[in-house]
C-alpha cells in the first residue's frame, strides 16, 4: 500500500465466530475503526447474523475459502471451487489465502475476478508461544506505513486480543495513523 501516506489496514482471518467477533466488533466500533474481515464460507454460512453485522457496520468483507484450505494440496479446480463455493455467501471482490499460500495457477485464476490481498504484518496472535503483550509488540514493531496488519478472529487468538487489540489500536492512534479499508 501507499508507503507514503500514515496510514494502515487492520484486518481479520477466519471468523465469523460467536466466541470472537462480536468482541472484535465492539472494540473497532469504540475507537470508531474500519477493518477487513477475511471470512471463511463455512463460518458464515453457520453465522449468517454475525457476518450481516460486520457489513452493517461498515466493515469490509473478503473470501477466505470456504474451509480454510491449503493451496498447496488442492488442484486448481478444487481451490477455485472451494472459493467459489464460500463467495456465494460473502459476496465479496477481495480475496486472501489461508495461510498466505496458493499456487501461481490459482493465483492467475483468482486474480482475475478478484483483488488478491495478502500482508506485510501478521501479529502471530494464534501463536500458543506467543502472549497477548508479544502481539503488541509486534504492531509496535513491524506497523510502518501503508502496512496491511494481520490479526485472527478465532478461538486461538481471542484471549489475547482483548489486551493486544485495543493496545495496539490507541498506540496506531497515538501514532498518528489513520486506518483503511480496501476498496
Known sequence: MDRRERAVYLT??????PQSTPFLLDTL???NVKATFFMV??????????FQQIVDEGHQVGNHTHNHI????????????????ANAYIRAHL?????????????AMLSRKYKVVMWDLVTRDY???????????????????????????????????????PKSIEWLQEQGYQFKTFE
Open 41 to 50: 464460507g463455512d463460518n458464515v454460512r453457520k453465522y449468517p447474523d454475525l
Open 95 to 107: 480475496f486472501r489465502p489461508p495461510h498466505g499460500w496458493m499456487r501461481l495457477a490459482q493465483y
Open 29 to 31: 466500533r469504540h475507537y
Open 127 to 165: 501463536s500458543k508461544w506467543m502472549t497477548a503483550e508479544d502481539i503488541f509488540s509486534n504492531v509496535r514493531r513491524y506497523a510502518r506505513p501503508g502496512s496491511i496488519i494481520t490479526f485472527h478472529d478465532s478461538l486461538k487468538s481471542i484471549d489475547k486480543l482483548h489486551y493486544a487489540l
Open 70 to 85: 491449503s493451496g498447496f494440496r488442492h488442484t486448481l479446480r478444487e481451490y477455485g471451487y472451494n472459493v467459489e463455493k
Open 12 to 17: 481479520f482471518d477466519d471468523g465469523p465466530i
